[in-house]
């Protein structure tokens, strides 16, 4: 008689993108980050919560409560157009979800400071495009990739 078992798995990635932006542009993890869309955190760090900053603050208020120490970056922004072209390019080379997290998160250290210096501390407006979370979504499916493996290595052994 086989025996079905269902597995049902929570994960909640505390400032999960802040941890993806930390790994992604190579940042100490002991420096306060927070990211932001437009003008409202979206997620704070760790350190950056010593500084008693939360979610929804502004640019200005974790600049002013950090004394300028915190990191903020902006969620990417891509323009409507940019978008539908992604979607057309990924239709037709059915990139794997590993190449594409390499693509964005796998940079030489040298790339991971251009970039960091690029977009630290740079607010961006609505009217740039759209902000998108493709990257962090990456980075999701990649994670829940390596735990179904994982699963799949070990069910059914006691």
């Not at 900053?53 to 409507?80: D, M, N, Q």
């Not at 239709?91 to 970039?115: G, P």
Request: hydrophobic fraction near 35%; aromatic fraction near 6%; include cysteine.
């Amino acid at each position: 008689k086989i025996r079905k078992t269902r597995v049902v798995l929570l994960l909640d990635l505390d400032c999960f993108y802040a941890q993806c932006e930390t790994v992604r542009l190579g940042i100490d993890r002991s420096l306060p980050v927070c990211l932001l869309q437009w003008d409202s955190a979206l997620a704070v760090n760790y350190p950056a919560r010593k500084y008693n900053i939360k979610r929804g603050a502004s640019f200005e208020e974790i600049a002013k409560a950090s004394g300028g120490k915190c990191i903020s970056l902006h969620l990417p922004v891509v323009s409507t157009v940019d978008i539908q072209k992604d979607m057309d390019e990924s239709d037709k080379t059915n990139a794997s979800v590993e190449i594409s997290y390499n693509k964005e998160f796998d940079q030489s250290a040298e790339k991971r400071k251009e970039l960091f210096n690029k977009e630290k501390n740079k607010m961006r407006h609505s009217g740039e495009g759209k902000a998108s979370l493709d990257r962090y979504r990456l980075a999701s499916a990649r994670i829940f990739g390596i735990i179904l493996e994982v699963l799949q290595e070990h069910v059914g052994r006691r």
